[in-house]
């Protein structure tokens, strides 16, 4: 009865990855339908109120003075560091937006990844597909929305603070990690800085496993 019982169990994890594998499958060519779709999408939006903040202040206008605008410094950085980028490679700006926002979603799915991957990887790939999916209904005016970078900033602060109570030689290095992406979402918006409470449970629940204070 027991092999019996063994052989069952073999078989259903068998079936089990089949499934995950043609899950997998489904969702990554949902994706790549949506990155294909949407490759000439113009700039619109939040996104092309960013790019022409950024283009003025390169016509030496300074923000808050000569710019009418109320948006933190952070959320002007995407849009320069894609304007560089089109620059440096000779691309068109929409274009290297698209690639930009494109180079986010799978950013962030590896992000989920990296926090799930201890227990079920599949779990990060799923809800990085999931989450690239939902991004691609909300349609093209939110196309490289600060919010999505503010997703993918504390998605890897997560996964470093977790990294930290698994890996203890590395812990300090990757508390640090997760202060600065913290803080770089908090120069977005500032509600952002909330994630710095993480640390309190963090820190006094994996303090001998992560070797951080004691």
Known sequence: MSWIGHARATG????????AVAATAMLLAGVGWFVFLSRSWPLVNDAALMHYVVFLMRAGMAPYRDIGDINLPGAYAPEWLSMQLAAACGAGEAGMWRA??????LLAA??????ARPWCWFAG??????FALYHARDGI????????WIALLLLWSVALLLGAMRQHRQG??????FGILVGAATTIKPFAAVFLLLLIPALWGGRRAAGLLW
């Open 12 to 19: 259903a994890e068998r079936a089990g990855k089949i499934a």
């Open 100 to 105: 930009m926002d494109a180079g986010l979603l």
């Open 110 to 115: 590896a992000a989920m990844i990296a926090i």
């Open 125 to 130: 790939l799923f809800s990085g597909s999931l």
């Open 141 to 148: 005016g939110q196309a490289g929305q600060r919010d999505l």
């Open 172 to 177: 300090a290095w990757r508390i640090l990690g």
